[in-house]
Structure formats: C-alpha cells, structure tokens
C-alpha cells in the first residue's frame, strides 16, 4: 500500500467523523428546541393579550420608578398600599410637579390605602409588618403628597388628585397614559408575609382583553375612592 492510498484512507475517516459529529450536533439541537417548540403557544397567547413584561422582584426591574413615570404622555394614575418607600427612592413629588408644569393637560391621580381603614390592618399583616407602622408610613406619604398640591399653582391643582381607597386589592398597579383601549399597566403584586422587594409584576399593553379587564378593575377602585 503507497502513501497516498494511506493518506487517502486517513482523510476519508476524518471526514466521515466530521460529518457524525456534525449530524450528533444537529440532533441534539433539535432535542434541545423541542422545549422551544412547545413554548410557542404560550409566547404567542402572551403577546395576544398584550403582556410586555414580567419581573420576578424588584431587583429585576430595569429602570428607576422615576424613569418608569416620566415616559407618560398624558396621565399617570397609581393604585399603592403607602408609596412610601418608593418616593424615597427616587423622589417622586418632584417628578409629579414637573409633570404637571410642562403639560398643561396632564392628569396624576394616586390613592392610596386609607390609614384608619381595617384593610390597613390586613395589608400589615400581609406585609409582615407592624399595623401602626404602616399606618404611619402611609400618614406620611399622603402628608408629602398634600404639601406637594398646596404648593402647585392653581392651574396645576385641579389635575392632581389625591385619594384613598379602604379595599385590599391583589397588589398595586401604575397606569400610563391608560384609556379603555390603549395605554400601558404595570401591576404588582407582594407575596404573603414576605420583604416587598420579592414583589413581583407583569406589564400589559392595550389593546386586548386583558388589558380592558385590569383597566376596568383598576379604574373601579379609583372610582371607589375618596378624597384624602
């Protein structure tokens, strides 16, 4: 046998090894998508019904509350148990009297959980949180809020809305620039007897059904509400 019978032989089984391991790697994939494949009709019912985000604490939201806010347009309308400790985050007042003094049709509304209320005393247990501290917590956030409109010019005072609900809803929930058909709502929901930064959240777009339902059930508590 020559050399080149030899050669010919050694690059003819290189080649046939190539070509298995590259038949291997294309199962495997494959075996590897079919997860994929199934996931399909999920993604795609989420998309359906608008949902653009899901975040799985507060660590893992991407951006400020702040800068979260000022994308809106036109109004901003939050549903909180005190806000409290968001504001001292990012200083929200200052955010909402920007707001108000650059867009002459700009709309905030905010209710929060009424201190005195017994839902007050069922969210601080949920919350695993002394009932008097939150009660205080959210005492303090209405007063920052308050200072902030008694400071507004008039032309600004009649599109900040202060008020407070006396319901336990399923979490809290920030409505962008939200009508019956377009808009965004992200809500947010504290697990039970845990640190609220465990909340997690979804955002939805409008529109579609799912989004008509928590615009409607959301403007049902604000509707329900009454002035602080």
């Not at 949920?126 to 008694?150: F, N, P, W």
């Not at 777009?205 to 509400?225: D, H, L, Q």
Request: glycine share 4%; proline share 5%; charged share 20%.
């Amino acid at each position: 046998m020559d050399v080149s019978s030899i050669l010919g032989g050694v690059v003819s089984n290189a080649i046939w090894w190539i070509l298995g391991l590259i038949a291997f790697a294309v199962l495997l994939t494959l075996r590897r998508s079919t997860a994929w494949w199934r996931s399909l009709p999920i993604a795609k019912r989420l998309r359906e019904q608008g949902l653009t985000r899901f975040v799985f604490s507060r660590h893992d939201y991407p951006d400020r509350l702040d800068s979260y806010l000022a994308r809106a347009q036109h109004s901003i309308k939050i549903v909180s148990i005190s806000f409290r400790l968001t504001n001292n985050e990012c200083a929200l007042t200052e955010l909402f009297r920007r707001k108000l003094a650059l867009n002459p049709s700009f709309k905030i509304v905010l209710s929060l959980l009424d201190p005195n209320s017994n839902a007050c005393k069922l969210a601080a247990h949920a919350l695993d949180i002394d009932a008097v501290t939150l009660s205080r917590e959210i005492g303090e956030m209405l007063h920052d809020l308050k200072a902030l409109y008694d400071s507004l010019p008039p032309q600004d005072k009649g599109r900040l809305h202060i008020l407070t609900h006396d319901c336990l809803p399923m979490g809290s929930a920030i409505l962008l620039d939200a009508t019956p058909t377009s808009g965004t709502i992200q809500v947010e929901t504290k697990l039970y007897r845990a640190p609220r930064v465990e909340s997690f959240s979804f955002e939805v777009r409008g529109p579609s059904p799912f989004y008509a339902r928590n615009f409607t059930a959301w403007n049902r508590i604000i509707s329900e509400s009454k002035v602080a």
